[in-house]
């Protein structure tokens, strides 16, 4: 199975849509936490959500999101801090290479009255390779599942919490077609509360991969080449950097 949509350990269970390939939010499992069935969390994709996107320049990098104004999602509340325990569908196998999944993630923050529009972007966490594994493949040995912290400076509000996954393996590829990252992307709403009073700087999206096709080309299957590789892009501002 292919990377999939994320949603919140005990708060929401995610469940794949049966013969249309999409993704959905099934509801809340926990009544501790955000209670209420109707709990929706994440923003709804389109374009057969298990399957990557492969156009670093396409708008659909945002959140590939079908609806970001979509009243109807119901943000997950968390103090600046603390940790958002995400689930992920599966991590597995790319419907397009037939190959395992090796690559980076990471985690961007932007607040929701922008509607992800424009410079407004930033990141708050990536991982690449260690220990011998990519961080894909950390989230496949810990059962699928994914801590992401807040940095504890990020202000309160609500925000877009963009994941993503990027699939190496298909970056030394043969066919024009699948040759490149492939990238799973996904956004979810959050309420940040806290004291956090930082102004990070912001990215446009999609624009954080401009020019770095090359910086893309890896042999994921190297422990040599994956403890070299760095991910391209912005890196955490230094108003949220080591104040969690």
């Not at 037939?98 to 966490?125: M, N, R």
């Amino acid at each position: 199975m292919a990377v999939k949509i994320i949603s919140i350990i005990g708060a929401v269970l995610l469940l794949a849509r049966s013969g249309s390939g999409q993704t959905y939010v099934k509801g809340n499992t926990d009544s501790t936490v955000n209670s209420g069935y109707d709990h929706k969390p994440m923003y709804p994709s389109f374009r057969f959500a298990d399957i990557p996107i492969m156009d670093m320049y396409s708008p659909d990098l945002t959140c590939r999101s079908v609806d970001m104004y979509d009243k109807t999602v119901k943000p997950f509340s968390v103090v600046a801090g603390s940790m958002v325990p995400l689930t992920f569908d599966s991590v597995d196998i790319s419907p397009i290479t037939k190959e395992a999944i090796k690559g980076p993630c990471t985690f961007y923050l932007s607040d929701t009255k922008t509607k992800g529009k424009g410079a407004v972007w930033f990141p708050i966490e990536k991982e690449s390779f260690g220990g011998g594994l990519w961080c894909s493949e950390n989230i496949k040995k810990n059962g699928y599942k994914h801590g992401v912290v807040i940095p504890k400076e990020v202000p309160p509000g609500t925000y877009y919490l963009r994941t993503e996954i990027i699939d190496l393996d298909s970056s030394i590829g043969d066919e024009d077609f699948t040759k490149g990252p492939h990238f799973y992307v996904n956004c979810m709403a959050i309420t940040v509360t806290g004291s956090g009073k930082a102004s990070p700087k912001g990215y446009k999206i999609p624009g954080i991969y401009n020019n770095a096709e090359s910086k893309f080309k890896v042999d994921a299957s190297s422990a040599t080449e994956g403890a070299k590789f760095v991910i391209p892009g912005p890196v955490m501002d230094a108003s949220l950097a080591f104040k969690l």
